[in-house]
């Protein structure tokens, strides 16, 4: 799961599960989440990769497969990483290992930094727009959210 859910990552699913099923094993949905722009109804398939939207977001939902029935085993893994909206991440979007410079990211790719989600990754932009660039990556502890762990979380992947 990944995008406007209270925890992204993956989740493990029953068979026959449904979209909702998922956004409740990922700690339900955060409170600014599109949930009109998803089919709640659909049911999961193995592997698959699930993201909630913002309002406004796109997002390109996968078109049903052959309803022979869910996939072998009981996990829908949905990771945020290579899937942002509309097409605008930057170049190497999906590199677990690519850097982010926290100045100049989109919220979809601050996103992708371990640890944060949609909610954080506006606060971060919102603070950026606010007190001006970020001067140090330990900077990132001023914005509501973030504490010492979650810095902790994304520290071999933010840059200034």
């Known amino acids: ?3 406007a859910v209270v925890s992204p990552g993956v989740v493990e699913l029953r068979p026959g599960d449904r979209v909702g099923d998922a956004i409740e094993a990922a700690g339900g949905a955060e409170p600014e989440a599109d949930l009109d722009a998803v089919n709640l109804a ?11 939207p913002l309002p406004g977001e796109e997002v390109e939902q996968p078109t049903p ?8 085993g009981p996990t829908a893994q949905a990771a945020g990483g290579s899937e942002s909206a509309g097409g605008t991440g930057g170049g190497g979007a999906g590199d677990a290992d690519a850097r982010i410079d926290i100045n100049t990211a989109s919220a ?3 996103e992708e930094l371990p640890g944060v989600g949609p909610a954080i ?6 603070h950026r727009e606010a007190e001006g660039p970020f001067a140090s990556v330990d900077d990132l502890e001023d914005v509501p959210g973030i504490g010492p762990a979650t810095l902790e979380k994304m520290r071999d992947r933010a840059v200034v």
């Not at 999961?44 to 990769?49: A, M, Y």
């Open 1 to 3: 799961m990944s995008g």
């Open 42 to 52: 659909r049911p999961v398939q193995d592997g698959e990769q699930i993201r909630i």
């Open 65 to 72: 497969g052959p309803a022979s029935g869910p996939a072998s």
């Open 108 to 110: 979809a790719q601050l």
């Open 121 to 126: 990754a506006q606060r971060i932009i919102e």
